[in-house]
C-alpha cells in the first residue's frame, strides 16, 4: 500500500483543493504510469474519463483498490470485490501493475483504451497549453484594445457619437449655462496652439464686432461664450494673450463658461469664428457677468477681439 508520507500528501492536497485530477493522483502516489491509474479507477467503480475525483471517491474506491492491487491481487479480483462486472478488460498481475501496456480480449477493448488514453494525452497537453498562455492574455487584450481605439473606424464612431451628442443638447431646448464639458469637443481636430494662420487672424488690428473692453478686479475671470442669435451650429476658439483656452467649440445659447487668469493690466481676448452655422458666427462674450456682445456676425475665419482690464 501507499506508505503512509504520500497518503498525508493526498490528505492535504484533497483538504486544500476538494477533489483530485488523475495527473496529481500519479504525482502525489508516485504512480508512473497512466494506464496504471486508469486501470485502478475502473476497477473500483470510477469513470476514467472524469477531470477530477472527490475525497470520498478517492478514500473510498481508488486507496482500498491501490492497496489490494499492491498485495497482489488481480484487477479482475479488484473489480468483483467492488461489484463491477467489466472493468475495461484490465486483468493485469500485480507484478505488472506499472506496465504501460496488458492484454485485451477482443480489438474492440482496445481500440476503446487506446483512444481514452490519446484523449487524456491531449488534456493534459492543452491543460499545460492554457497555463502557460493565460499569463500573456491581459497584455494581448490591452494591446488589441489600443489598437482598435487607434483604428480610423472607432475615430469615425467617437465623432458620430459626439455628433449626435450636441444635437441631442441643441434639441432640447435646456438655456441655463454650462461648464465648458468633454461632449461639447469639437468635431475636428483640437489646436491648442494657434498656427501661423491663426496668429496672423490674431493681430491687434483685427476687428472688433462690437466687443467693448471691460474693466476687473479680479485675478481670474469666468468668460461665458454663448450664440446670442439662433443656435445654428457656430463654432469658436477663445483665445487669451495669445494663448488657447478652449479646443474649437459649439456655442449655444445657454453658455459654455470657461475660467481664464489675468495679467495686471491689458488681457487680449481674441474670439475665432471657426465655423458658420449659417448667416455668420452670432457670439456674446460675457465677463463675470458684464454683457459683452457682438453687433454684426462676423464671418467664419475672422478673429473679434476686445480687451478685459484687471485694475
Known amino acids: 500500500?501507499?506508505?503512509?508520507?504520500?497518503?498525508?500528501?493526498?490528505?492535504?492536497?484533497?483538504?486544500?483543493?476538494?477533489?483530485?485530477?488523475?495527473?496529481?493522483?500519479g504525482e502525489i502516489l508516485e504512480i508512473g504510469?497512466?494506464?496504471?491509474?486508469?486501470?485502478?479507477?475502473?476497477?473500483?467503480?470510477?469513470?476514467?474519463?472524469?477531470?477530477?475525483?472527490?475525497?470520498?471517491?478517492?478514500?473510498?474506491?481508488?486507496?482500498?483498490a491501490?492497496?489490494?492491487?499492491?498485495?497482489?491481487?488481480?484487477?479482475?479480483?479488484?473489480?468483483?470485490h467492488f461489484g463491477i462486472k467489466d472493468?475495461?478488460?484490465?486483468?493485469?498481475?500485480?507484478?505488472?501493475?506499472?506496465?504501460?501496456?496488458?492484454?485485451?480480449?477482443?480489438?474492440?477493448?482496445?481500440?476503446?483504451?487506446?483512444?481514452?488514453?490519446?484523449?487524456?494525452?491531449?488534456?493534459?497537453?492543452?491543460?499545460n497549453s492554457v497555463k502557460?498562455?493565460?499569463?500573456?492574455?491581459?497584455?494581448?487584450?490591452?494591446?488589441?484594445?489600443?489598437e482598435e481605439l487607434n483604428s480610423q473606424q472607432m475615430r469615425e464612431a467617437i465623432r458620430s457619437e459626439m455628433r449626435s451628442q450636441l444635437e441631442g443638447e441643441k434639441s432640447d431646448g435646456n438655456g441655463a449655462a454650462k461648464m465648458f464639458q468633454s461632449n461639447a469637443l469639437p468635431l475636428q481636430d483640437l489646436e491648442l496652439n494657434p498656427t501661423q494662420q491663426s496668429q496672423r487672424a490674431m493681430l491687434p488690428s483685427a476687428p472688433?464686432?462690437?466687443?467693448?473692453?471691460?474693466?476687473v478686479n479680479q485675478e481670474q475671470v469666468y468668460i461665458v461664450l454663448?450664440?446670442?442669435?439662433y443656435e445654428d451650429g457656430d463654432m469658436v476658439t477663445l483665445y487669451v494673450n495669445g494663448r488657447a483656452y478652449t479646443p474649437s467649440?459649439?456655442?449655444?445659447?445657454?453658455?459654455?463658461?470657461?475660467?481664464?487668469?489675468?495679467?495686471?493690466?491689458?488681457?487680449?481676448?481674441?474670439i475665432r469664428g471657426d465655423r458658420d452655422g449659417g448667416g455668420g458666427v452670432t457670439l456674446a462674450a460675457d465677463v463675470s457677468s458684464q454683457g459683452n456682445m457682438t453687433d454684426t456676425p462676423f464671418p467664419e475665419g475672422a478673429t473679434a477681439q476686445f480687451y478685459i482690464i484687471r485694475k
Open 226 to 229: 454663448r450664440d446670442n442669435g
Open 249 to 270: 467649440t459649439f456655442i449655444r445659447n445657454g453658455g459654455n463658461s470657461v475660467l481664464v487668469p489675468l495679467n495686471p493690466g491689458a488681457n487680449l481676448v481674441q
Open 33 to 64: 504510469s497512466r494506464n496504471t491509474i486508469r486501470d485502478t479507477l475502473r476497477a473500483c467503480g470510477l469513470d476514467s474519463k472524469k477531470e477530477r475525483y472527490t475525497s470520498d471517491e478517492i478514500w473510498n474506491n481508488f486507496i482500498p
Open 66 to 80: 491501490r492497496e489490494m492491487i499492491e498485495a497482489g491481487k488481480r484487477y479482475g479480483d479488484v473489480a468483483e
Open 132 to 146: 502557460q498562455v493565460s499569463q500573456y492574455v491581459p497584455k494581448l487584450v490591452v494591446h488589441s484594445l489600443k
Open 208 to 215: 472688433r464686432y462690437g466687443l467693448q473692453d471691460i474693466e
Open 87 to 127: 472493468c475495461g478488460g484490465a486483468e493485469v498481475d500485480a507484478n505488472d501493475a506499472d506496465s504501460d501496456s496488458f492484454s485485451h480480449e477482443n480489438g474492440a477493448r482496445l481500440t476503446d483504451t487506446v483512444e481514452i488514453a490519446v484523449a487524456e494525452s491531449t488534456y493534459d497537453v492543452v491543460q
Open 1 to 25: 500500500m501507499p506508505n503512509q508520507q504520500l497518503l498525508d500528501n493526498l490528505k492535504t492536497a484533497l483538504d486544500s483543493e476538494g477533489s483530485i485530477s488523475k495527473a496529481q493522483l
